[in-house]
């Protein structure tokens, strides 16, 4: 059994401007699925048990928000990061099946039906 929650964790972060402030929280949500993606992409998964650090701060001179976004996560190895969620304090999430392959072969088909 590995013990992922004692690996060391990895900052991941991003900053940048946001010009719409009816947009902050939908990129903010895009961003950390962003962020997700490239950690999974190189080993890692992120550690649900701590949240992410978003903040932000008006530029009134140029208009815009400022923001910086932080996730942290752990390395399971790139084979791992695609079948594990996240690590939840001690227990691992892992990703669920997709069921979309149950199709016609659970009917009966309609030859078969008197």
């Known amino acids: 059994m590995d013990a992922f929650h004692h690996r060391p964790l990895k900052k991941f972060s991003l900053d940048g401007n946001i010009h719409d402030d009816s947009a902050i929280w939908r990129l903010k949500n ?3 699925a962003l962020l997700t993606t490239e950690m999974k992409m190189l ?6 048990d701590i949240n992410a650090d978003f903040t932000i701060e008006y530029n009134e001179q140029k208009q815009h928000f400022t923001f910086e976004l932080s996730l942290y996560g752990v390395y399971v190895g790139k084979r791992k990061s695609e079948w594990i969620t996240g690590i939840d304090e001690t227990k691992v999430i ?3 099946k997709s069921r979309s392959s149950e ?4 009917l009966e088909s309609p030859s078969n039906l008197k």
């Open 30 to 32: 895009e961003y950390i």
């Open 103 to 106: 199709s016609s072969q659970d």
């Open 43 to 48: 080993g890692y998964v992120p550690r649900l």
């Open 94 to 96: 892992y990703t669920q």
